[in-house]
C-alpha cells in the first residue's frame, strides 16, 4: 500500500513506497519518532527521516504557519508523526493512535524540531 495515500498499490521498488499518483505529485510522508519532552513537558521528536538541517531548510515556515488539525492514523506505529508534503507545501500532520489527543503537542515538537540546527538526531 503507498505510504502516503494508503489508498493505491505501492510501484515496485519506489524507494519511497509511494503509488504512481503520488509520485507524479511530488506527495511524500516525512515520518518522525516522539518522545516525552525534557521533564516530561510536552513531546519532542528523538529521530526522523530527515535530518534536522533538512528539516529547518525546507519546513521551518511551513510548521509555523501550519493552522490545520493534525489527524490520526492506524497506520502508524507507536508514538510516530508524519508530514504529509507536496512539494513545497506541507499537506497535513498526521499522528499515531497513542497520541491522538496531544495532537497540538506533536506540531509543536516537530516546529522545535526544525528550530534545531543539528546534522543528526
Ligand atoms: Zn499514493
Redesign the pocket.
Known amino acids: 500500500m ?7 498499490p ?1 510501484i515496485p521498488d519506489e524507494k519511497s513506497g ?6 507524479k ?1 511530488g ?1 511524500m510522508a516525512l515520518r518522525f519518532r516522539l518522545a516525552p519532552g525534557p521533564g516530561g513537558v510536552g513531546l519532542r521528536v528523538k529521530a526522523g527521516e530527515i535530518a534536522p538541517r533538512a528539516l529547518r531548510q525546507k519546513w521551518l515556515a511551513p510548521l509555523q504557519a501550519y493552522a490545520s488539525q493534525v489527524a490520526a492514523r492506524p497506520h502508524l506505529g507507536l508514538h510516530e508523526v508524519e508530514m504529509i508534503v507536496a512539494k513545497d507545501h506541507l499537506e497535513t500532520v498526521r499522528v499515531a493512535p497513542d497520541l491522538a489527543a496531544q495532537g497540538a503537542a506533536a506540531v509543536q515538537a516537530l516546529r522545535d524540531a526544525a528550530e534545531r540546527t543539528d546534522a543528526s538526531w
Do not use: G, L
Open positions: 503507498c505510504r502516503v495515500c494508503q489508498k493505491r505501492e509511494r503509488c504512481e499518483v503520488c509520485v505529485a506527495r
